[in-house]
């Protein structure tokens, strides 16, 4: 049993910062690439920033020099670090694990209950 654990979420004012974190538990093998994606009301879920497991980072273009995605490959955790909060930023934020459970098998996709993050005045 896999389990991904978010924490960090929270309310903030615009122009702040929040730091959000996942950690992932259970028979892992291998984990390929940690990520974080959001869900605003009404809209599709869609990718925030992705971190291999060799370090390569990708972002969506309306985070792109506000957002730092980072990891900890020891403990199996990805961090995502938020500065200058807009209200568009307000969504649940969901972590997202591609990872293998033991040697041979493939890789899936598993994904952590989602954090609310509220940015608001």
């Known amino acids: 049993q896999v389990q991904l654990v978010e924490s960090g979420g929270g309310l903030v004012q615009p122009g702040g910062s929040l730091r959000l974190s996942c950690a992932a538990s259970?028979?892992?093998?291998?984990?390929?690439?940690m990520g974080w994606y959001r869900q605003a009301p009404g809209k599709q879920r869609e990718l925030v920033a992705l971190i291999t497991s060799g370090g390569s980072t990708n972002y969506a273009d309306s985070v792109k020099g506000r957002f730092t995605i980072s990891r900890d490959n020891a403990k199996n955790t990805v961090y995502l670090q938020m500065n200058s909060l807009s209200p568009e930023d307000t969504a649940v934020y969901y972590c997202n694990a591609i990872l293998m459970l033991s040697r041979g098998t493939t890789y899936r996709n598993y994904w952590g209950q989602g954090t609310q993050v509220t940015v608001s005045s």
């Open positions: 259970g028979s892992i093998f291998s984990i390929e690439a």
